[in-house]
């Protein structure tokens, strides 16, 4: 019986071996890892949708169910962008878009993805401008499906607030309760997301 020498190394073929397992166990985290990221940024999108419209639902109860009828106290349109560099201006309590911002959303109410750029959302309001129950509205960025699937992230970083609306699946359609609205905003992965009051 041959006697195996006790000091004797790896052979070339299993540091090649060890090597190429390495290798694509590194390969598989890094081609993963961006996708799992684009993931957590889009659930946290989602999350400031569902803040945004807790917010609404906050001023809503504060004024009787109405929307705020301007977008700052200067304004005589009920439509258009609030962003948070016209509604630092605002005074907190002032029944603004701008003032809804301010008071219930704050500075920090930014996309997961411009990170030191801070790039706050633009509040984009519109109204949900068809004939019947159920239509899908036409008055999102001019589209005729209710969606902004055909729109690039990050769309400018804007979430659009329909009023007269609600959600059907990531169609925004016409609702029967003017008080209703959804809340829209373009992912970073396929898609848009959609949700209502």
């Known amino acids: 019986m041959e006697k195996r020498d006790s000091n004797e190394g790896f052979t070339m073929i299993e540091v090649a071996l060890v090597l190429a397992i390495a290798g694509l166990i590194f390969l598989m985290v890094f081609i993963a890892l961006p996708a799992v990221q684009r993931t957590q940024r889009d659930a946290k999108r989602r999350d400031d949708v569902g803040a945004l419209l807790t917010a609404i639902q906050k001023y809503q109860s504060n004024n009787r169910g109405a929307f705020p009828e301007k977008l700052t106290a200067s304004s005589s349109s009920t439509t258009g962008d609030v962003t948070w560099t016209n509604a630092s201006a605002a005074q907190a309590g002032e029944t603004t878009w701008a003032g809804l911002y301010k008071s219930f959303l704050g500075e920090t109410f930014a996309d997961p993805l411009a990170g030191a750029d801070n790039k706050k959302y633009v509040l984009t309001i519109k109204d949900c401008n068809v004939v019947g129950v159920g239509v899908a509205c036409t008055s999102i960025k001019g589209n005729t499906n209710g969606t902004v699937q055909d729109l690039n992230f990050p769309n400018g970083y804007k979430m659009y607030i329909i009023k007269g609306a609600t959600c059907n699946g990531s ?21 848009s997301y959609c949700a209502n009051l």
Not at 174 to 190: C, D, I, L, R, W
């Open 171 to 191: 169609i925004v359609v016409s609702s029967s309760n003017p008080k209703k609205a959804a809340v829209t905003y373009k992912m970073e992965g396929p898609g």
